[in-house]
């Protein structure tokens, strides 16, 4: 075999350049059928350089470049490439790497002779031209050599390889000899860091990480010296005499190298099972027993059904991924932790549904089978639906089931963009920000093919450039971005392993200082690996808090239990009454639903449908993926029939965990007989409870206050109640509630139990604070200073001085009212719509829930408070409704099918004394445009337009318009 560029690195090295299907494509372009990749302490480019190589006709050579102790120079470190032979080599590289990344615990640090130990099995030892063997041939020290050479052999007993570049042929030839001496191999080949000659001004720049060599790039005499792809025939025309065998041996040990990544044994978790089982004939005596418990009789239908997706799942060999579920959803259910009913193509699975895995029967609701397979992986992702405090359990139970090795947090490249990119190359070669300002208006024409055409051009030729030239620093931008510059975890994805980790994925540490896998999804799939992906939902966080709340009341109530024909829900959803339920809130859909009262599940599925289908114009989507909302959004419902008053905790909790205006919830709650009290620095939790009938918002609702704050506030007020505002002060630590947090509880209202005068509170606060510090620090001082029995009569003298509070009149209700607004982001304690029930009240109010068929195609008025203006926008143009507070509008509105109408609640317009006013002025919505929005789940807004020219004549900007409506008032 013919020379073979063994030691490519790509972009995921520190010196690469190019990503690994760009040096395969050169590679090709050069007539290579064999290529490797051996990027610095990383194989995050092997899933992509594998595709590549497959894609073109090329095979591929994989290995990685580590760095170690030295073994004759101590306390130096120098670089060591690992090919790799066998499964078993790649097993021994990843140890290695684990190793090498201090187990994900740390920095990188080099190897010893130590950590090698038995794992160079299956891999191949390469010294390279810039290891440790040059640095020796350059000193001529004789007893160093041969000790190193001896200590070389006992670490690589398989015998070590010796890397040979044609750049110094004098000292090529006595590594030759020497490793003649010691019956090694010696091969031709040095480092490629990029495909391209014209890639050397990037090389430049990844080189010199501080700032430009020079002024400018000088393109260098000699091309066929650079590290980069070169013609077959150029590399072999550099070696002579005895040396010209060396680049063929590189070809010999390509040979060797066989492994390519592949589903590896034992990589996906299996359950241990009773002798004579296999997973297929397990699996198929849990599905009989599951089928039989649920629905008695095995019909010849269903056995049909039950057979062909067992012969499906058999071809597919997916038994192992339907046990492993059967596994986590009984451990949910037996932890008591909520779950969805089921999402994808499991939902229509009837082996899904007899195994427990979806609660959807899909014969009951005529769910066609689908394929579980998707193309292009090995096993499906395992999506759990549960509540945010649910997936911390869940992975504690698989750590504990699993072992603390099998389970890591998948990991994903992060990468440097375009933009970032030509900021970094702007201040590396010092320009000006007019230049960087040309260089970034040069980008939308710059591509990567393009520019490494033009930057090989100036490379083949004797013309200089400006480091500092706009267009020139804009081809290096195209040329080296996307660049991965770190790794970061998902937060949501997680690998499951049947073996120790180690073994399989290496393991770092994220830039969020996280241990997470070195390998990205799509290579941890290849690999054969359980995928875990957690999918948040609103609904299951909702229906978590308020069964927990409800078990107060009936201790035996079970969300699986829920009767799903409960008559009383469906009155509550044919009222419309679907607030706190964010599939069903639209306005749309309450019109719908009040329209045509549903009797059972089907029928508010379609229902549903309809809306979606009059909102978004769009088709239908699929039953499958339809229902398992809708049932979830049934259970709500239920809940909110039959225990209120936990529903609303859960309800108006979760709104504000999800950074959303929660007023709707309160006003609506209030209305159904139930307190909503402010925070309570004594009563609170952290998040929304119910205490003594009356719902008690959370200290997470103030703004400012942390998870920091909650735990310092929570371990002291178990020794006892705070009894004033200078007792809070001097039992907290300040550095941690500091004045910002102060201010924000008092004028939430936390503190109205220790003073109800919230103004005196806010005046004094700043000067406790400084008091308790002072304190501390003499503390500090007399400690440092002081005996034990000094420090016991100091103590006895000190005695906790009460604030001089001054006479301060408390703010005036507006002022208390706003103050309260922007510590908690909403109104509480006095809804401002009441301040104009008078005016309101000759406008013969329109409740949201009264909207009915009959006022379709009729004209409204709806009145609002305004929460600010904003600058004029195009007239189509969309926005997202902001998390506390909105605009409103006040116009006369059609109220056809089509959606929704708006009055915003907790939005303010200050006048010029700096209170919330009225709407001043109506304004008018084109015909075209008059339309009511499409009903969509809380948090999405809806963005509406107004007409140019206002009551006045002048124009006026564009306001928004609510999707969500507490009330609206029509004459």
């Known amino acids: 075999m013919t020379f073979v560029p063994l030691f490519c690195q790509s972009h995921h090295s520190p010196r690469g350049v190019a990503a690994p299907s760009d040096l395969v494509r050169r590679a090709r372009s050069l007539d290579y059928h064999t290529l490797g990749l051996c990027d610095e302490a990383t194989i995050a480019g092997f899933s992509e350089f594998d595709e590549a190589a497959a894609a073109h006709g090329i095979r591929p050579v994989f290995g990685c ?60 030892a390469v010294i390279p031209p810039d290891g440790e063997m040059v640095r020796l041939v350059a000193l001529r020290d004789r007893a160093r050599t041969e000790a190193y050479l001896k200590r070389l052999v006992e670490l690589f007993p398989m015998g070590p390889t010796f890397g040979i570049s044609s750049a110094d042929m004098e000292g090529a030839g006595l590594i030759h000899r020497l490793a003649r001496f010691i019956n090694a191999r010696a091969l031709g080949g040095t480092p490629v860091r990029y495909p391209e000659p014209g890639d050397a001004a990037a090389e430049t720049f990844l080189a010199n990480p501080g700032q430009a060599p020079g002024r400018s790039f000088h393109p260098l005499p000699d091309l066929k010296g650079l590290p980069a792809l070169w013609p077959e025939v ?11 065998e060396l680049p063929h041996e590189a070809g010999n040990v390509a040979r060797r190298c066989t492994w390519r990544p592949g589903c590896i044994r034992r990589a996906f978790p299996t359950l241990d099972l009773e002798r004579g089982f296999d997973p297929n004939s397990y699996l198929f005596d849990l599905v009989i027993r599951g089928a039989t418990q649920r629905y008695g009789e095995i019909n010849e239908a269903r056995k049909q059904r039950i057979n062909r997706e067992l012969e499906e799942i058999k071809a597919s060999n997916l038994a192992p991924y339907l046990l492993l579920c059967h596994q986590i959803a009984g451990a949910l259910d037996e932890q008591g932790i909520s779950r969805g009913v089921g999402r994808g193509r499991l939902v229509s699975s009837m082996i899904a549904y007899c195994l427990g895995i979806s609660r959807l029967d899909p014969l009951k609701y005529n769910l066609l089978p689908k394929t579980l397979m998707v193309e292009g992986e090995n096993y499906p992702p395992i999506h759990i639906e549960v509540p945010r405090n649910g997936a911390a359990r869940l992975l504690a139970w698989l750590r504990e089931t699993y072992g603390e090795d099998h389970l890591v947090e998948i990991g994903r490249v992060q ?17 000006t920000d007019d230049e960087r300002r040309l260089a970034h208006r040069e980008k939308a024409r710059l591509r990567s093919a393009g520019a490494a055409q033009r930057l090989g051009e100036l490379a083949e030729g004797a013309r200089s450039r400006r480091w500092r030239d706009p267009a020139f620093l804009g081809d290096l931008a195209a040329r080296l971005a996307p660049r991965p510059r770190g790794w970061v975890g998902h937060g949501d994805r997680y690998a499951l392993c049947g073996e120790p980790l180690e073994c399989v994925v290496p393991c770092l540490r994220s830039t969020q200082d996280r241990p997470v896998s070195g390998l990205e999804e799509r290579a941890i799939d290849r690999l054969g690996l359980a995928r875990i992906v957690f999918v948040p939902h609103g609904l299951l966080d909702i229906l978590d808090q308020a069964m927990r709340a409800a078990r107060a009341q009936n201790p035996s109530l079970d969300f699986r239990a829920i009767p799903l024909e409960d008559r009383a829900t469906f009155e509550l959803l044919g009222r419309g009454d679907t607030s706190g339920i964010p599939p069903l809130e639209g306005v749309t859909l309450r019109c719908l639903l009040r329209r045509t009262p549903p009797g059972n599940l089907l029928q508010l599925l379609r229902t549903k449908t309809e809306a979606r289908r009059r909102g978004e114009g769009e088709r239908p989507p699929e039953v499958s993926d339809e229902l398992p909302d809708v049932l979830l959004s049934y259970q709500c419902a239920y809940l909110k029939t039959n225990y209120p008053l936990a529903f609303y905790a859960a309800a108006i909790g979760t709104a504000i965990e999800q950074h959303e205006n929660p007023v709707v919830l309160v006003r609506e709650a209030r209305r159904a007989g139930f307190d909503v009290h402010p925070p309570d620095i004594n009563l609170s939790d952290w998040g929304t409870s119910v205490h003594g009938g009356i719902i008690r918002l959370g200290l997470s609702t103030v703004r400012n206050f942390g998870r920091k704050a909650w735990e310092n506030v929570q371990s002291v007020r178990s020794g006892g109640n705070f009894t004033s505002l200078a007792n809070f002060c001097e039992r907290v630590d300040t550095r941690i509630i500091n004045l910002k947090i102060l201010r924000s509880l008092i004028t939430a209202g936390a503190m109205d139990c220790l003073d109800e005068n919230r103004a005196s509170m806010d005046a004094v606060v700043s000067r406790l604070q400084r008091q308790m510090r002072e304190r501390e620090a003499e503390a500090a001082r007399a400690q440092a200073q002081a005996t034990l029995f000094d420090l016991e009569a100091w103590a006895a003298e000190q005695k906790p001085r009460e604030a001089e509070v001054e006479s301060i009149d408390e703010w005036n209700p507006w002022e208390k009212l706003e103050r309260e607004a922007d510590a908690l982001g909403f109104h509480l304690s006095v809804d401002p719509i009441h301040r104009f029930k008078i005016a309101l009240s000759h406008l013969v109010p329109l409740q949201v829930d009264a909207l009915a068929a009959r006022h379709i195609g009729k004209a409204i008025r709806v009145a609002g408070l305004a929460g600010g203006d904003r600058a004029r926008q195009p007239p189509h143009r969309t926005r997202r409704r902001p998390a506390h507070g909105s605009g409103g509008i006040a116009h006369p509105h059609p109220a056809t099918a089509g959606g929704g109408l708006g009055l915003l609640p907790g939005a303010r317009h200050r006048s010029a004394a700096g209170r919330p006013s009225a709407p001043r002025r109506r304004l008018r919505l084109p015909r075209s445009r008059r339309h009511l929005a499409s009903g969509r789940p809380r948090g999405s807004g809806h963005q509406g337009g107004s007409d140019r020219a206002g009551a006045d004549g002048r124009e006026s900007p564009d306001l928004e318009i609510a999707d969500r409506t507490p009330e609206a008032f029509s004459g």
Do not use: C, S
């Open 65 to 124: 470049r580590l760095f170690m102790e030295g073994l004759a120079f101590a306390g130096e470190v120098f670089p060591t490439d690992f090919l790799i032979e066998t499964e078993q080599g790649y097993r021994n590289l990843v140890r290695l790497l684990t190793r090498y990344h201090n187990h994900g615990l740390g920095e990188p640090r080099p190897l010893t002779a130590t950590d090698m130990g038995e794992l160079v099995q299956g891999l191949v």
């Open 234 to 244: 150029d590399v072999l025309a550099r070696w002579k005499g005895d040396l010209e």
């Open 415 to 431: 990468e440097t963009r375009r933009d970032q990119m030509i900021n970094d190359l702007a201040q590396w070669a010092g320009m």
